[in-house]
């Protein structure tokens, strides 16, 4: 009964570490990035950086109400990380590549950088929307908008309809220029 006990502990305990996986998430990227050196990484709650004209519609109020904050990792290109670079740039499109969380809404190029747009959550009841982007010239970032049943409709009406700040801009740029 003993050796029996035991064969069973044995087979539980390999069936439970064989179901373990070693995946890379989103999540567990922007984590390991947070104060890696040369990254500009940093959770902003969206009133930080978006304001809503006075003018807007209550169906924008609410959906900027619907969005928690952004998470950004962003590595710069240098001539002295071009390695790096390419290594983090192949990690977020592994993390992207099958994986059936984030579906794929929009690719494209603007400004010397390839950008890929996801989603994750219901096509009208949108909770993530992540945009990955790289360039030789500019380099690798991710940034997350959490939300809670966003309106993909809504989202776009809300940013036709937000402003930037332009002192909040400001600082958020001076994050990326090393100051």
């Known amino acids: 009964m003993k050796k029996l006990t035991q064969i069973c502990a044995l087979v539980f305990l390999v069936l439970f570490a064989s179901s373990c996986k070693n995946e890379k998430s989103l999540q567990s990227y922007l ?3 947070s104060g890696k050196e040369g990254f500009y990484t940093g959770d902003l709650p969206v009133s930080s950086v978006l304001s809503a004209k006075a003018d807007v519609s ?31 740039k ?3 499109k592994n993390i992207f590549k099958d994986n059936d969380e ?16 996801y989603y994750s959550g219901d096509t009208d009841a949108i909770d993530e929307v992540v945009a990955f982007g790289y360039g030789d010239k500019n380099g690798v970032g991710v940034a997350r908008l959490l939300g809670e049943n966003m309106n993909p409709a ?15 801009l400001e600082s958020f740029s001076a994050i990326f220029k090393g100051k």
Do not use: C, H
């Open 31 to 33: 984590v390991d990035t």
């Open 102 to 117: 984030y579906k794929s809404l929009m690719v494209m190029k603007a400004q010397g950088m390839n950008v890929k747009v």
């Open 90 to 92: 192949a990690k977020l």
């Open 58 to 88: 209550d169906d924008v109020k609410e959906t900027i109400k619907s969005i928690k904050k952004i998470n950004i990792a962003f590595l710069p290109k240098t001539e002295d990380n071009t390695a790096t670079y390419e290594t983090e």
């Open 154 to 168: 809504k989202v776009i009406e809300m940013m036709n309809s937000v402003k930037m700040d332009s002192g909040n």
